[in-house]
């Protein structure tokens, strides 16, 4: 392992994972370190493997049409921003575009701390959060897509549990709807009247339409922000929270591009694939060398 692996970010990162899941990670980032040809395992191959084992094998060569790419990208962008601006929310750790799984980017957070109960206002943030990215791809394209669907199911998840499990209604006050699911009939239990059901549903919905007009206000305020990262991602595909912070302060970003990559990658392997001279004596040119320091291709 590179003496330059950071295991707390790590552990940072792989919150409520099994040890099975923990060893699979470590299984992972040794493959690919060996792949690679590395002397050490090194950050960016845990940090692929921990992404591998939870949301799936990474599809670089899977074809997108630059209409949905640039979707995605300013998707992706509309979260980012928002987590970077929302000190309640968990810290941003890296936004990509890159396929894994079923899903066509992410973004991920990097909890500061273990996390065993939510708070209104870290609710609250995470909820704008979860809106940022419909609100960003619908200003950009002027159209929705279903690449929203994880976004809206998190959203109504935690307006659901607010109202019904955690009393954070008002009008609802300090008490549990949500009932005991009977192991029998497999039919929820419903121990309160329509007006109640109504309520219920009116401040779920209230929860959810706050979350998204903050969201709004705030892509609005930041929108220069947004559109910076998303034509970086568009570049680099894979962005880390302090490249976004860079970006978002109007600044520059100092790294190659995907295509600078690729580029690379194929001069390597060019380079590979060149065999030595099959000449048993030096070249008359090169007499005095030590035919043992002779410089072989790489």
């Avoid at 998707?75 to 987590?83: K, L, M, N, S």
């Avoid at 002027?142 to 809206?152: E, P």
């Avoid at 008002?170 to 009939?185: N, P, T």
């Amino acid at each position: 392992m590179s003496p330059d692996v950071d295991l707390e970010r790590v552990a940072r990162g792989t919150p409520m994972f099994s040890g099975a899941e923990l060893a699979a990670i470590i299984n992972e980032a040794a493959i690919m370190a060996t792949m690679s040809e590395k002397d050490f395992v090194e950050q960016a191959d845990l940090e692929e493997a921990r992404d591998k084992v939870r949301y799936g094998r990474s599809r670089r060569s899977q074809h997108i049409e630059e209409k949905e790419r640039l979707a995605t990208a300013y998707h992706e962008a509309g979260h980012a921003v928002i987590q970077a601006l929302s000190p309640d929310a968990d810290p941003l750790h890296k936004v990509t575009i890159i396929p894994r799984g079923q899903a066509l980017g992410a973004t991920f957070s990097l909890p500061e701390k273990d996390r065993y109960g939510y708070g209104l206002r870290y609710l609250s943030a995470m909820m704008r959060m979860v809106c940022g990215g419909r609100i960003a791809e619908k200003r950009k394209t002027s159209d929705v897509s279903s690449g929203a669907a994880s976004d809206i199911a998190q959203l109504t998840q935690m307006a659901r549990a607010m109202v019904l499990d955690w009393g954070m209604s008002s009008k609802l006050g300090f008490v549990r709807y949500s009932g005991h699911d009977s192991q029998e009939m497999f039919i929820p239990e419903r121990e309160y009247s329509e007006e109640t059901a109504k309520i219920i549903d009116e401040e779920i919905r209230r929860y959810a339409d706050e979350a998204y007009r903050d969201a709004e206000r705030v892509l609005d305020e930041h929108w220069a922000e947004v559109e910076r990262v998303a034509e970086a991602l568009l570049k680099y595909e894979t962005l880390n929270a302090e490249e976004v912070r860079t970006l978002m302060e109007g600044k520059p970003l100092d790294k190659p591009t995907v295509s600078d990559l690729l580029s690379a990658e194929a001069e390597k392997d060019s380079s590979r694939s060149v065999k030595p001279p099959s000449a048993t004596k030096p070249r008359e040119d090169d007499e005095g060398l030590d035919a043992g320091l002779m410089p072989r291709p790489a």
